[in-house]
């Protein structure tokens, strides 16, 4: 299965990305994390230390992996088939949880030099994902430009972050319309820092008129605040909003099954 974590920015998404990952792992489910997000960040969420963050190298910054990927002796022509399998395993990191995470990167467009060849490798790698057997959970970048470049193409379930800031119920309604012009099987609103009756009512008012369903309302959580304030992994905390992604996690299985 794989789902994409989309939405405004700041509105939860890698704290609900990293959670869910670590609740499936937990379960036994291989479980594979993708950070998406040109200004990565998931890695920290899982808390990882800083011998282990200074060791991941994005993907789309690897050039000697690019290049040994995607070169070919003619220069200007690279390669665009080639297996990726062994990059899972030789990039992924695992996290404290027990999920295997990637960090995709930046495809960095310099002057004249083509930067094909990274998107090529990212690429093929996420949609090699794509069809593989794990839980593949995607922490997408903010907005609705990815959506334009087709990361989250084939996902089967795309969770849509809001709070009830008019802002992020505006991102939330248009990734909504995009997702189903491109034809995700299920996608879903998760009402995010819920704090009171009228931030979860513009929430579900918004869910109604975009006939989207509410796939979970999470509370504000002062823990998950001042967990990310100390510096501590908030994923495999017990508290009121990773319990509300435990329902979360249940929703998704029923809506699929
Ligand atoms: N339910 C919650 N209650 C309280 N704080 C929360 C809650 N959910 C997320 N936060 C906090 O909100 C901040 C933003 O969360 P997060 O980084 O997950 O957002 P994001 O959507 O991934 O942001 P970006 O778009 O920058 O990637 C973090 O400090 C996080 O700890
Ligand atoms: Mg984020």
Known sequence: MKIAVTGKGGVGKTFISGTLACQYASEGTRTIAIDADTSPNLALTFGLTQEKLEKITPIAENIPLIEEKTKTDFPGVFKLVFPVDDIIQSQSVMTPCGVSLLVMGTVQ????GCACPAYSVVRTL???LMTSDEVVILDMEAGIEHLGRGTAEHVDVMLVVTDAHQASL???ERIVRLARDGGIPLIALVGNRVLD????EQIV???SS???PVAALIPYDGEILNA????ISPVTLTTPATRAISVLRHWIEGALS
């Open 197 to 200: 009756s009228e931030t979860k």
């Open 228 to 231: 990310g304030i100390r510096g």
């Open 210 to 212: 975009a006939q989207v």
């Open 109 to 112: 467009a310099m002057g004249s």
């Open 170 to 172: 505006v991102t939330a």
């Open 205 to 207: 008012r918004m869910a």
């Open 126 to 128: 996420i949609s090699h």
